[in-house]
């Protein structure tokens, strides 16, 4: 298990990434957008003001989970706002959000480059686009997904570490003994594209951010079965 770290979007030869990822390998993109940092910001607030999100708050598992122990469907502790673009299809789904220039830009070029990783045309309608927001505190517990629907998972990193937050990460776990971890804790950065195979257990770790800050803030592109 490696963190693989690609310089330029633009030269990536989508057959290799692919096995690397089925790998078991997590894929760093750098400046997977190019977005002036203080436009998106701004946009970034104005949406999570409108408060259409669903508010996800649970307690904080002190007890750390084994990997070993995670299985896909089990029900996670967790703490964040979620924001969906687009049409809602079932009840899962945060209230629907109008896609604006900044936000269709960026989910289609999500996706466009999703479908090259998995090297076929998809149906967009399968597929949330969705924002989400960890404030002071705000975490994910250690959880995975099947892989029946999706073969990997997209994370862009939209908020900017030491402005918007200042401790936070996700760190995934290979599937094999020994168990090994890989932590973006200290590399993300604002536009980084992480890609990683949809069955890795992974978490989000307890964020730290200042007082009325953003915070971290991710996108990601879920199967809306998954």
């Keep these: 298990m490696e963190l693989i770290t690609i310089q330029k979007k633009h030269s990536i030869d989508?057959?290799?990434l692919r096995k690397s990822i089925e790998d078991g390998n997590i894929i760093q993109i750098k400046n997977f957008i190019?977005?002036?940092?203080k436009e998106v910001n701004k946009k970034l607030i104005e949406y999570f003001q409108k408060k259409q999100y669903v508010n996800r708050r649970m307690k904080f598992n002190q007890k750390k989970?084994?990997?070993?122990?995670?299985?896909?469907g089990n029900s996670t502790n967790h703490s964040f706002k979620i924001l969906n673009f687009g049409k809602v299809k079932n009840i899962r789904d945060a209230l629907p959000m109008f896609y604006d220039d900044l936000t269709e830009n960026l989910f289609n070029e999500m996706f466009s480059f999703f479908e090259k990783i998995n090297g076929q045309k998809l149906n967009r309608e399968n597929y949330r686009s969705h924002l989400i927001q960890y404030t002071n505190d705000n975490f994910f517990d250690l959880h995975?997904?099947?892989?029946?629907?999706?073969?990997?998972?997209?994370?862009?990193?939209?908020?900017?570490?030491?402005?918007?937050?200042?401790?936070g990460g996700t760190v995934f776990y290979s599937t094999s003994k020994p168990i090994q971890s890989i932590s973006t804790k200290d590399v993300e950065e604002f536009g980084d594209l992480f890609i990683f195979r949809y069955d890795?257990?992974?978490e989000v770790l307890k964020v730290s951010a200042p007082k009325n800050s953003l915070g971290r803030v991710t996108a990601i592109l879920p199967h809306r079965l998954n």
């Excluded at 999706?150 to 937050?165: A, F, H, P, R």
């Design 200 to 202: 890795l257990p992974h």
């Design 14 to 16: 989508f057959i290799n």
């Design 34 to 37: 190019s977005k002036d940092k």
């Design 144 to 167: 995975k997904h099947s892989r029946e629907k999706q073969m990997c998972g997209l994370i862009l990193v939209l908020g900017e570490k030491s402005k918007d937050y200042v401790e």
């Design 65 to 72: 989970l084994n990997p070993k122990n995670i299985f896909t």
